[in-house]
């Protein structure tokens, strides 16, 4: 009766894997999505917009300066997002690092050309940790540092990794919003059912976002 009990048990859990898999794979692609339709196809279409309005502002100089100015950050955003998505794209290659140095190259990589700077700060030493786990940790990390530049105009984002005996936390922290508008922002992240949450879930990890020196500070803890 037993052994035919634990066999329903195991395909039920084995349904529910497949089912969580699929709706992960579902946000990845939608979230891509956004970001292709909003960061892109839109700004692609102002910058046509504004390639007219050159066109037409030849005898102009102001205008010609303040579209090219406009063009010019445009583009930096259009740069970035294909970055991202190109690098969401990618798989992690985290078979052969230490999960640290995985992410000190993702910080490396993040970092914007003289727009963002990406600190990385590592204490404690590191405890041994399944590769499937070191991959949610690692895009996990990705989408909130991605998020800063995104979302707070940060200058300067700070990933640290503190390993204790039984629990490493990753702390990723920007120095972009105001004040006043950074509960509406957690507020927001809390209530949506994104990848961040998803991953971390799937891994039994803890999510929590709130406010920093300057900007956001987000939380992961996991029990190893
Ligand atoms: N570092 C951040 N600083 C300020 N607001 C943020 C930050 N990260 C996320 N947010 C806010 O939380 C919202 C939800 O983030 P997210 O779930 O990653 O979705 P998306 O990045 O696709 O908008 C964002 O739209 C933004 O308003
Ligand atoms: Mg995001």
Not at 184 to 200: G, V, W
Request: hydrophobic fraction near 40%; aromatic fraction near 6%; include cysteine.
């Amino acid at each position: 009766m037993f052994s035919h009990l634990r066999i329903i048990t195991k395909q039920k859990y084995e349904t529910e894997i497949a089912t969580r898999t699929a709706e992960v794979c579902e946000q990845i692609a939608r979230e891509m999505g956004a970001e292709i339709h909003d960061e892109l196809i839109q700004k692609l279409t102002i910058f046509s917009l504004h390639l007219d309005r050159l066109d037409r502002a030849t005898n102009h100089p102001a205008e010609i300066e303040s579209l090219l100015l406009k063009m010019r950050s445009d583009f930096q955003g259009m740069v970035s997002s294909v970055r991202s998505i190109s690098r969401k794209l990618m798989p992690v290659n985290i078979m052969n690092d230490s999960f640290q140095v995985s992410i000190k190259l993702l910080c490396k990589n993040l970092e914007q050309d003289g727009q963002g700077q990406v600190h990385f700060e590592n204490s404690g030493d590191e405890t041994e940790t399944t590769t499937q786990i070191k991959k949610h940790l690692y895009r996990v990390v990705q989408e909130l540092i991605h998020n800063a530049f995104k979302h707070s105009a940060a200058w300067h984002v700070w990933v640290r990794l503190i390993w204790k005996k039984e629990e490493l936390t990753i702390e990723v922290e920007d120095d972009g919003s105001a004040f006043s508008m950074l509960q509406e922002q957690i507020a927001r992240l809390e209530s949506k059912h994104n990848t961040l949450k998803m991953r971390t879930q799937a891994i039994n990890a803890h999510l929590s976002f709130r406010q920093g020196e300057k900007g956001l500070l987000a939380t992961v803890k996991y029990k190893i």
